[in-house]
């Protein structure tokens, strides 16, 4: 069983960055994880992600703007956001991929307006 927390989250201005920290009970180097966003009245969408072979995706709409990393001796995994757009605004969850099985945390608000 892993336990996610995600935060920091907020309002932030377009053009703006933030950084959000996911926090694990527990975080393998061999785990996947990576960050998913879900706008009102759409489908939850892949943002990044690490593969467990190490490799990094992004979605095309963050590329060049977003950067996940993790600490695993922190046991978190980070989502960078620059030039933030009102496109952006969302709801992120973070998850980690395990043994089979996907752990999902409650998400943080991100809201880019002017």
């Known amino acids: 069983q892993v336990t996610l927390v995600e935060s920091g989250g907020g309002l932030v201005q377009p053009g703006g960055s933030l950084r959000l920290s996911c926090t694990a009970s527990s975080l393998f180097s061999t785990d996947a994880a990576g960050w998913y966003r879900q706008a009102p009245g759409k489908e939850r969408e892949m943002v990044a992600q690490?593969?467990?072979?190490?490799?990094?995706n992004y979605a095309d709409s963050v590329k060049g703007r977003f950067t996940i990393s993790r600490d695993n001796s922190k046991n978190t995994v980070y989502l960078q956001m620059n030039s933030l757009k009102p496109e952006d605004t969302a709801v992120y969850y973070c998850?980690?991929?395990?043994?089979?099985?996907?752990?999902w945390g409650q998400g943080t608000q991100v809201t880019v307006s002017s």
């Open positions: 998850n980690v991929f395990r043994y089979f099985k996907v752990y």
């Open positions: 690490i593969t467990t072979g190490g490799n990094i």
